[in-house]
């Protein structure tokens, strides 16, 4: 992360190198307490330009998009930081999608974002309060609704997960 400091720490809020470091921090020292351990002996976060996905890890190393790591500020009436949000999703997938379910096709979406969104309000409410960590489960039924909104199909049962906001919300 050094080589990013100067994009990472400009302007006045609360730097993104600062909330990153925190998320990943925060996320590392919950799961060696509750689970297990991180395995390695790196973990690398690296920032791209728009690919698509908002962040994707992958074992060590977590891609993250630049307009929503870095350019993107702090909401103020969430209570907490959307940067520290993501990063701690995916830095929960090093273990929820490469220590549990890697590469088995039929755990799928649904098991794994359902872990690493549990981990991710569970260090919400560690991080910023428990008022913040229901403003994050507001977000997403508000986000899961939008979705259902425009569906011209059945809703399926949520185990059977297959479409993005089911699977993230």
Partial sequence: LTGLTRDLTSGSETSALQV???????????FSAQLTPYPYKQLSLLFTPEFGP???ALPQVILMSHRLAVR????TD????????RTAHEAAHQWFGHQIGYGVEADGSFLIESLA???ELVLIEQRY????????????????QHALRGRLTAT???????SSPDVYA
């Fill in 20 to 30: 990153h470091l925190q998320a990943v921090t925060d996320t590392l020292e919950w």
């Fill in 54 to 56: 908002s962040g994707y």
């Fill in 72 to 75: 993107a500020r702090p909401a």
């Fill in 78 to 85: 969430a209570g907490f930081d959307q940067r520290y949000r």
């Fill in 117 to 119: 969104k549990y981990a």
């Fill in 129 to 144: 309060g428990k008022e913040a960590m229901q403003s994050l489960v507001d977000y997403e039924r508000q986000r899961y």
């Fill in 156 to 162: 399926r049962a949520i185990i059977d997960a297959s």
